[in-house]
């Protein structure tokens, strides 16, 4: 998987494998199950390598599920909810 990620993912291209794992070791998945039966994740202990990592292999998602720099939890529920 971090020789694919050294392929694939633009900062991890000149950084050593062992860098890469320990990166990737650091980052923490919480999950919580939510009344419905759905599970939420949230991912915290980012650095820049891991963050480029979960956008590229996550696509999309992941990079609106992190948010802007900046930006309130509060304005991101308001921009999934359709409101401004």
């Known amino acids: 998987m971090v020789c694919l ?3 694939t993912v633009e900062p991890a291209r000149t950084v050593a494998t062992k860098f890469i794992a320990s990166s990737l070791e ?3 998945v919480t999950v919580v199950a ?3 039966g ?5 991912y915290s202990n980012f650095d ?3 963050r480029a990592i979960l956008a590229t292999f ?3 998602s992941c990079v609106s599920a992190l948010g802007n720099e900046g930006e ?3 304005e991101r529920a308001a921009q999934r909810s359709g409101k401004s």
């Open 58 to 60: 996550m696509g999309e």
């Open 72 to 74: 309130t939890a509060r």
């Open 34 to 36: 939510t009344e419905d």
């Open 5 to 7: 990620t050294r392929l």
């Open 38 to 42: 759905r599970k939420r994740r949230f």
């Open 26 to 28: 650091r980052l923490t």
């Open 48 to 50: 820049p390598m891991n």
